[in-house]
């Protein structure tokens, strides 16, 4: 099926930047939604912004003008730029893509990647 793996997670002092990738791979027709959501201890998982395949983008309000989220169609990947980053930022970040595959349509998780920003 398909498979998303992250990258780009770590430590960051607050008022860094990091930028997060996740590269969609398998026997993929096309893409349509990307995003990325994150779950901080003890609070549940949330939409942090999102692109279609026409390159139209939504932000929770909490990372409007701090976060940019972009795709590259031909890799099958989406970023997450990341800047003035927060403490309350911190969490573990996950992409989610839904689409159609060889075997009919899909909607996959990737395993998460740590963003802690701490001084």
């Known amino acids: 099926q398909v498979q998303l793996v992250e990258s780009g997670g770590g430590l960051v002092q607050p008022g860094g930047s990091l930028r997060l990738s996740c590269a969609a791979s398998?026997?993929?027709?096309?893409?349509?939604?990307m995003r990325w959501y994150r779950q901080a201890p003890g609070k549940e998982r949330e939409l942090v912004a999102a692109?279609?395949?026409?390159?139209?983008?939504n932000y929770a309000d909490s990372v409007k003008g701090r976060f940019t989220i972009s795709r590259d169609n031909a890799k099958n990947t989406v970023y997450l730029q990341m800047n003035s980053l927060k403490p309350e930022d911190t969490a573990v970040y996950y992409c989610?893509?839904?689409?159609?595959?060889?075997?009919?349509?899909?909607?996959?998780w990737g395993q998460g990647t740590q963003v802690t920003v701490s001084s």
């Open positions: 692109i279609t395949s026409g390159v139209s983008t």
């Open positions: 398998g026997s993929i027709l096309s893409i349509n939604g």
């Open positions: 989610n893509a839904d689409g159609w595959g060889r075997r009919g349509g899909f909607n996959s």
